[in-house]
């Protein structure tokens, strides 16, 4: 069982910056991946940044060179800044925590809302 908690959500306007955290409530040693992802109303949920346990990340396009997804093992935390933020970027951010056995555990989210 892992739980994990996300904050650093909240309004900002477009071409701000905002930094979120993600606190697993266990080591994230033994994770096979730890991800963002975002659902907007009426969207389905999808990826928005990965890093593997090997240090790999990989972006959706529309967040590429904007976006950098990080972890500090020490905190058991992972991040992810955002940078050049747009309207298209309002969604709830979920953390996820997948398992050497492909399973995942998932925040419930953080709001970040992009507008004038």
């Known amino acids: 069982q892992v739980t994990l908690v996300e904050s650093g959500g909240g309004l900002v306007q477009p071409g701000g910056s905002l930094r979120l955290s993600c606190t697993a409530s266990?080591?994230?040693?033994?994770?096979?991946?730890m991800a963002w992802y975002r659902q907007a109303p009426g969207n389905q949920r999808e990826l928005v940044a990965d890093?593997?346990?090997?240090?790999?990340?990989t972006y959706a396009d529309a967040v590429k060179g904007r976006f950098t997804i990080s972890v500090d093992s020490t905190k058991n935390a992972v991040y992810l800044e955002m940078g050049n933020l747009k309207p298209e970027d309002t969604a709830v951010y979920y953390c996820?925590?997948?398992?050497?056995?492909?399973?995942?555990?998932w925040g419930p989210g953080t709001q970040v809302t992009v507008s004038i």
């Open positions: 890093i593997s346990s090997g240090g790999s990340r």
């Open positions: 266990r080591s994230i040693f033994s994770m096979y991946s």
């Open positions: 996820n925590y997948r398992t050497w056995s492909f399973y995942d555990y």
